[in-house]
């Protein structure tokens, strides 16, 4: 068991050596100087990820949209936010970190105090307490620490199931889950199935929190792959930036 | 020590009173344009009773009121539109507010119970404003829309919307990028076109 954790470990990590390697020599997206938007992510392996977009499409629609349609319809939405409030409280040793690395010293104790508040008077994380007191919540992970540190997407990356990714990111979600004190608590304890439920519980909020959108993507794109790769690069920038994207970009004013 | 308070009050006020306008912005003839179009949009497209053709006709004298069209569908088709010929541009032209007005006549029907708020404006430019919103949905927390609003001829136009820190013409833009360089322009005259044509049947 431990000779298996160790050589996956070693496997990760030289894996993540790989990934960070290639994402910072390939080129970083550029502005795009008439609309001040990160211009697409760059896809060269587009047929690939096309292929699995495919199959992955393919999966939610006949599996996990409409698990994620009878979750919404049976569970009312205060306990679907309990459920999303438990996840992120549970996110929160993660983002904490990431915020460190990050230097966002600030970001860093709103996360440190919304753990003790919400875990405390918000009922084990149940109840956001803490938004309520302006500590509102904020994800990190460490795809957005290292692109604060100036590594660049790599490229764009469609995972299995997953979805939307890009090489930076990919490495990133890795490192995040090695480094996860919840996953170490699991694994030492051979409680791993405690931390592959999480996991999916993750997935299945934030799928079902999308219903609505993806949806919408779907039936107005006519392109729906590009589509959901341009929202993919849209969204990482503001999370890295911890803004709202249009903050830096705009329309260009043709003087019609 | 009374001399000593007063300055320090002005002090205060000086020091404090930017704050207090940046905090206060909802006030802002763009801020004010989007609440009111929000409202209008609440009230005239949302009637469950509403046949389709009279919702469709209401959504387009909306969009044409108060969004910028022609500088949306030209910043949509991206590089292309300097190649593009005046009876391509018109024809794509008039399939994208085909398509605008389609899409947002099928979300207002769907309409259920969200309330509009205008939290807050920015200015960005010389002519452009940044409107922060949010969509309160009965069901779930409040969907962040941001309004791009530019000042143009004395009036006001919607330019770009933001939702949730996703550009709806950007994401358009690399939407349709796909279909030119893959079929030309001539190829995303035609998808529009069956496009139009599914939703009219439907």
């Not at chain 1, 569970?75 to 929160?92: A, I």
Request: contains cysteine.
């Amino acid at each position: 068991m431990s000779r298996a954790a160790n050589l996956s470990t070693k496997i990760m990590t030289i894996a993540l050596c790989g990934f960070l390697a290639l994402s910072a020599t390939s080129c970083a997206k550029s502005v795009n100087p008439e609309t001040g938007y990160k211009t697409g992510i760059s896809d060269p392996i587009e047929p690939f990820n096309r292929g699995i977009f495919a199959f992955n499409n393919i999966v939610d629609i006949v599996l996990i949209e409409p698990v994620a349609k009878i979750y919404n319809a049976i569970f009312p939405s205060f306990v679907r936010d309990g459920v999303q409030n438990f996840m992120r409280n549970l996110r929160s040793p993660i983002i904490i970190g990431n915020q460190l690395l990050q230097g966002d010293l600030k970001g860093a104790g709103v996360a440190t105090a919304r753990l003790i508040i919400n875990t405390t008077a918000g009922i084990g994380g149940l109840v956001d307490v803490a938004s309520s007191q302006g500590l509102v919540y904020e994800p990190e992970d460490f795809g957005q620490t290292l692109a604060v540190w100036g590594v660049g997407d790599g490229f764009y990356l469609v995972l299995p199931i997953v979805g939307p990714s890009s090489l930076r990111d990919t490495g990133g979600m890795v490192v995040d889950g090695v480094a996860d004190p919840l996953r170490l608590l699991a694994h030492n304890t051979d409680n791993m199935w405690w931390y592959y439920t999480r996991l999916g519980v993750e997935g299945l909020d934030t799928r079902a929190r999308l219903v609505k959108a993806v949806e919408d993507l779907r039936a107005n794109s006519l392109d729906y792959y590009a589509a959901v790769r341009s929202a993919y690069s849209q969204k990482r920038y503001s999370l890295i930036r911890d803004e709202r994207a249009g903050d830096s970009a705009s329309i260009p004013d043709y003087g019609n | 020590m009374r001399f000593h308070l007063i300055v320090a009050a002005c002090a205060f006020i000086l020091f404090a009173s930017p704050v207090a306008f940046a905090a206060k912005t909802d006030g802002t003839p763009a801020a004010q344009f989007v609440q009111k179009m929000g409202d209008k949009a609440l009230t005239s497209l949302t009637d469950r009773q509403l046949a389709d053709g009279v919702r469709a006709t209401r959504v387009r004298s909306l969009l044409r009121e108060n969004f910028d069209v022609q500088t949306i569908g030209r910043f949509v088709m991206g590089p292309s539109w300097k190649k593009a010929t005046p009876a391509q541009k018109s024809q794509y032209m008039s399939l994208f507010e085909d398509m605008i007005v389609a899409t947002y006549t099928k979300r207002f029907a769907e309409y259920s119970g969200q309330s509009f708020k205008v939290t807050g404006s920015t200015a960005t430019g010389e002519t452009d404003s940044l409107v922060k919103s949010q969509i309160l949905q009965k069901d779930g927390p409040p969907v962040m829309v941001d309004w791009r609003v530019r000042n143009k001829d004395g009036g006001f136009k919607v330019v770009d919307v933001v939702v949730e820190s996703i550009s709806m013409t950007m994401t358009q833009r690399d939407d349709f990028a796909g279909v030119i360089s893959s079929k030309g322009i001539d190829g995303l005259i035609d998808v529009l076109r069956q496009r139009a044509g599914k939703v009219a049947k439907k």
